[in-house]
């Protein structure tokens, strides 16, 4: 049986399977399943498939009408932030957050840990056992936020979800329908927060084709709402320390400090909170607004190359990497996950060459970098000994 078998094309495993098939008996029985049918999979299931019946669930292009979708336009560097104070302001039961790289899971689940948000991470590379540990925390309200991939969300059904944040935009209609449909369910009401950056904005078009309904704009909620609430919360946490505990011993080192050293008793309780924030600051200031429109440029190298990019060396060693204009892919988001996944530079990544389904990229000139995983010599530029099929990795996932 081939599940998922959309995903397992887009991150670079087609070879592997037409070489299981080939490695298997001709009067095998084979199910394959996936959400979306590109053309690659039509020909497999043509070409290794006996008489196939295809059966399609009709599926529904629009999202629930039950969840709210909306977007915030930020700048990358922001999106924490903004994050946070959306979560600040906002009534939230349990989260998804969505990001494109196993690695931005956990670097994100621990920034938010970092802020006091119980988080936690899933990807592909944790356990099963320890995926259903997490998602049964998420469940029972022991973790609020689970920051995942797409690939580790599927399947994941959570009543509680009261909010799905896109912190990374999908490059794909399809991936944001299935991510927006973990909220909204059962009957009970739902949001959906995409963050989009300047250049991103035709995404967003393309989403609100696909599904056919509006997103609706939203705004940061200002310095001053968010000082104001966190305001609130503190002082309400000195009426309830004042009321549950006792006190007596710190009132008594605290006039014996004042007596010592001359200092009023509100500079001795500034003091205090500030040690209690340790090091955190109680308020924040406003961000910087993201520009309206990002003009994106366009390379004219005859491949319909996405820019800004580097051009290709003519003989230089070139990888194959399976996603290209027709998954929206950007040189930024290669780079990225080339360098998150293969645990390289991006300094060590040459010229990138965006293709309509694929990409081309090569090593920067000096010392061999060790190729990244998911990434495919070009036929036209092999090196002696490329990797085997089974060193390739899950590029952009």
Known sequence: MLDEADEMLRMGFAEDVEQIFQQTPEDRQVALFSATMPSQIRRMSKQY???????????????????????????????????TRILEVEEFDGVIAFVRTKMATEDL????????????????????QQRERTVDALKEGRIDILVATDVAARGLDVERISHVINYDIPHDTESYVHRIGRTGRAGR????????????????RSIEKATRQPVEQMHLPTAETVNTLRLGKFAEKITETLASEDVAAFRDLIASYEEEHNVPAAEIAAALAVMAQGGQPLLVKELAAAPEFQKRERSKDGFGSRGPTRALTEGNATYRIAVGRRQRVMPGSIVGAIANEGGISSAQIGGIDIRSDHSLVEPARGPEPRSAEGAVPHPDRRRADPPRAGQRAQALR
Request: a positive charge.
């Open 189 to 204: 009401s739902g949001e959906a927060i995409l963050f989009m950056t300047p250049r991103e904005k035709y995404l967003l």
């Open 109 to 128: 689940a621990d920034k938010l840990r970092a802020r006091g948000f119980q988080a936690a991470a899933i990807n592909g590379d944790i356990p099963q």
């Open 49 to 83: 498939l006996n008489n196939p019946a295809e059966v399609q669930v009709k599926s529904k292009t629009t999202t629930g009408a039950n969840t709210r979708q909306r977007y915030l336009q930020i700048m990358g560097p922001q999106k924490l932030d903004a994050m």
